[in-house]
């Protein structure tokens, strides 16, 4: 697989999920430029590597950033110390562990969330009726959701920027692959906060029937 047309793919992914849907559908019908049709798994993969762009550079650009501010208050003669504490700034090492837990769980979580998704995209694919193979349907979905993660080569917007596009890209493909309404689509894309929310709710009321016996 050429990287060069796969960056080029995300980079289509990313700007018109909804053409990519319909090439993907009917790709005898599409007009222009063909992206690409990886997998989930193929995406994630990707994706990984922008991940590693991506700690390597904030491992890079905070370590200057700590050093600058250290130089500069030690060449100050003003009284920096009822202010702040440089003991709290954080060390080489934390910097070094953070970036490093990034690139090892990100392909673990990618994994569960890849599953997670096209458990729930196959189920109301189900209940929609929607017709074809389900698992391609669903594969489509998620690896065109995962090109989001090309947004983290940006400094310090990309991680906000990343989240933003991928409720998009979510979106565009139930729309399109599913044909939701777009409150159904919304909805599905908030599942997970839904069952985070639903899961807080049971931990808490076991405490407080704990606690009451």
């Known amino acids: 697989m050429n990287l060069i047309e796969v ?52 491992m890079i650009t905070l370590n200057f950033a700590i050093v600058f501010i250290m130089d500069l208050f030690s060449a100050t003669d003003f009284d920096y110390s009822s202010f702040i504490d440089l003991n709290e700034f954080p060390s080489m090492y934390f910097i070094v562990l953070s970036a490093a837990l990034d690139i090892i769980f990100f392909p673990l979580f990618g994994f569960f969330i890849i599953q997670f998704w096209e458990v729930v995209i196959k189920l109301f694919a189900s209940l929609l009726d929607v017709s074809g193979d389900l698992t391609d349907r669903a594969q489509d979905i998620i690896s065109v959701y995962y090109s989001s993660h090309i947004l983290k080569l940006i400094p310090i917007f990309g991680a906000p920027l990343q989240s933003l596009a991928s409720m998009v890209l979510m979106y565009a493909g139930l729309r399109r692959q599913l044909n939701a309404s777009p409150t159904l689509s919304v909805c599905i894309i908030l599942m997970p906060f839904f069952l985070m929310l639903l899961i807080a709710c049971i931990f808490a009321l076991v405490f407080m029937i704990s606690a009451v016996l």
């Not at 019908?29 to 990886?38: E, F, I, Q, T």
């Not at 798994?41 to 922008?50: A, N």
């Open 7 to 58: 960056f080029h793919s995300y980079i289509h992914y990313l700007i018109h999920p909804f053409k990519t849907h319909e090439s993907f559908m009917y790709p005898e019908k599409a007009d222009g430029y063909l992206p690409l049709r990886m997998s989930a798994y193929e995406s994630l993969s990707i994706s990984w590597l922008f991940i590693v762009v991506n700690a390597i550079f904030r």
